[in-house]
């Protein structure tokens, strides 16, 4: 009986991830991550073509902005992709909406983000420069993640696609307006490990590091239950 029990609630975890991949690879996706490996490959064959060695602080900021592609539609476009399909409504119907559905789908999105980054960083290992590339894509993810669950909480407000791709445009340029003033900061949502300042020195870049990541993780933390709160108000969707 418990057997049975277990295959039923594996069948319908598998079932649950195969049809959330789905919406995910639907629609616009597959521009997104088109973009992200054209971007890739194309600053990849230049690096390889020139005849300076690339820096590891150059290759992180060519991971971050593939990474930000992958993840920036699923995370803003989902929760109206339910709307217009009229598919919101089924979900809201589901008992735990908010863990048996949604978590499990920015999760996904979140996996798959890592396993193509996982791809890019050891090509990049391969065929670039020598480095730990497992490390690098957790670093890269970090700040990925924290974007992407930005996002998919300011979807969860605005409810509209278009209305959070511009707010988070806006926010991305503020970060980026503010990378510079805040370079040797923990706050820095852009911050580069591989690119420590002239002037500090190991030790000190290694806390700033570590103390940024533990604010991204806790920010990203704190924007997925944010979203998930506004998931149960049903009358916002409806």
């Known amino acids: 009986m418990k057997i049975k029990t277990l295959s039923g609630y594996f069948t319908l975890v598998q079932k649950m991830i195969l049809y959330n991949l789905r919406i995910i690879f639907a629609n616009k996706f597959i521009w ?22 690339s820096k590891m602080e150059d290759l992180y900021g060519v ?4 990474g930000v592609l992958l993840v920036f539609y699923p995370s803003v476009f989902g929760i109206q992709n ?3 399909a009229r598919t919101i409504e089924i979900l809201f119907g589901i008992p735990d909406y908010r863990y048996k559905v949604w978590l499990v789908r920015i999760v ?24 730990n590339y497992i490390e690098v894509t957790i670093q890269v993810m970090l700040p990925v993640i924290f974007l992407g669950m930005m996002a998919f909480m300011f979807s969860t407000l605005i409810r509209n696609g278009n209305g959070t791709a511009v707010v988070m445009m806006i926010f991305g340029l503020f970060f ?4 510079e003033p805040l370079r040797r900061s923990q706050w820095n949502v852009f911050l580069n490990p591989f690119n420590p300042p002239y002037d500090i020195s190991e030790t000190t870049w290694a806390i700033i590091t570590l103390k940024n990541r533990i604010i991204l993780m806790t920010g990203s933390v704190i924007f997925l239950l944010a979203a998930l709160l506004n998931l149960q108000k049903r009358e916002k969707f409806m």
């Open 108 to 131: 996904l999105i979140f996996v798959i983000a890592a396993l193509i980054m996982v791809v890019f960083t050891f090509l990049s290992n391969i065929l670039i420069i020598r480095f």
């Open 63 to 66: 991971f971050l902005f593939s």
């Open 176 to 179: 980026m307006i503010l990378q």
């Open 32 to 53: 997104f991550l088109t973009g992200a490996i054209v971007f890739y490959l194309g600053l990849s064959v230049i690096y390889v073509l020139s005849n300076e060695i």
């Open 82 to 84: 339910d709307q217009d």
